[in-house]
């Protein structure tokens, strides 16, 4: 019998590559797709960055471990470059088939094999089912699968404009959670990635761009007791991180400057791992 797969996607299956960057980005993308399943050639790689240098250090001490190297660690695009790369490569293999914008309305057993039922009214009989459908996994309930877990504050995103291109990976570990700064593009775009409690997401997702854009630069450079003040306390964000920064001795190696922030979002994080990954005739893909 020849293979035959099918991709249900309920939001549209690619996000847009024109216009304004996306905040979500995928690291070592390279690693994972260009040799194993030949999709890379169909990569836009005018929208692909390398990094060749990752720094790590401790907000409080001051510890530091480096990763220096002539040839790229990895390599960083937006998810929705990927993703066109996935369907080109789709495209070229085959016999598969992708139901974009349809919501997978049920999932039930009436014999062998499981069948799942459109919002289109399409009825489709599976030998294997494959959930890679998100934390509520709807095939995961199907199968009757246990998930347990605990959530831990909030991730905050954002592309970012900066002073100046940079080629390494930058991250630092504060008492609220680490930050790290991403390089995405060659003409000084990165990508914010900030763990830090349910409250101070909250706060930074409502700050204008210029308050965060001056908070981010500060939090690779000031003290934890500083950018507690600003973040809760300020009223004047870029201001008051201004004038800090000028009474304050950097030591090692930071990020450049951010000027602008955009595309800002916060979104809750969770720890969720299944009691298992396989059923009769399911199985499970991450979250």
């Not at 050639?41 to 001051?62: C, L, N, T």
């Not at 369907?87 to 139901?99: A, C, H, M, Q, Y």
């Not at 289109?120 to 095939?139: H, T, W």
């Not at 900030?194 to 997702?205: D, H």
């Amino acid at each position: 019998m020849e293979e035959h797969a099918i991709i249900f996607e309920s939001d549209g299956f690619i996000d847009a590559l024109y216009g304004q960057f996306s905040q979500r980005w995928v690291l070592q993308a390279v690693s994972l797709i260009s040799v194993d399943i030949g999709a890379w050639k169909f990569i836009d790689g005018s929208r692909v960055q390398a990094y060749k240098d990752m720094q790590v250090w401790d907000g409080i001490s001051g510890s530091r471990i480096t990763f220096p190297s002539d040839e790229p660690h990895g390599t960083i695009t937006e998810i929705s470059n990927l993703q066109n790369c996935l369907l080109d490569r789709l495209n070229e293999l085959g016999r598969v088939d992708i139901f974009s914008q349809q919501q997978v309305l049920n999932i039930t057993r009436p014999d062998e094999f499981p069948v799942i039922s459109l919002s289109s009214g399409k009825a489709i009989e599976s030998r294997l089912l494959i959930g890679a459908d998100g934390v509520n996994s709807p095939v995961r309930t199907f199968a009757s699968i246990e998930s347990r877990g605990w959530d831990y504050g909030h991730g905050v995103v954002s592309t970012l404009k900066t002073s100046r291109p940079t080629l390494t990976a930058w991250q630092r570990f504060l008492p609220t959670g680490p930050i790290a700064l991403l390089p995405v593009l060659p003409d000084g775009y990165a990508s914010l990635v900030w763990s830090t409690t349910s409250q101070l997401a909250n706060r930074f997702k409502s700050m204008s761009s210029r308050d965060f854009s001056a908070l981010i630069t500060a939090a690779f450079r000031l003290t934890p007791t500083d950018l507690s003040y600003i973040s809760t306390e300020s009223s004047d964000i870029a201001d008051e991180v201004s004038w800090r920064l000028q009474c304050t001795r950097v030591d090692g190696d930071v990020p450049p400057s951010v000027l602008e922030a955009s595309n800002i979002a916060c979104f809750p994080l969770r720890m969720r791992h299944a009691d298992t990954y396989i059923s009769d005739r399911v199985a499970l893909d991450r979250d």
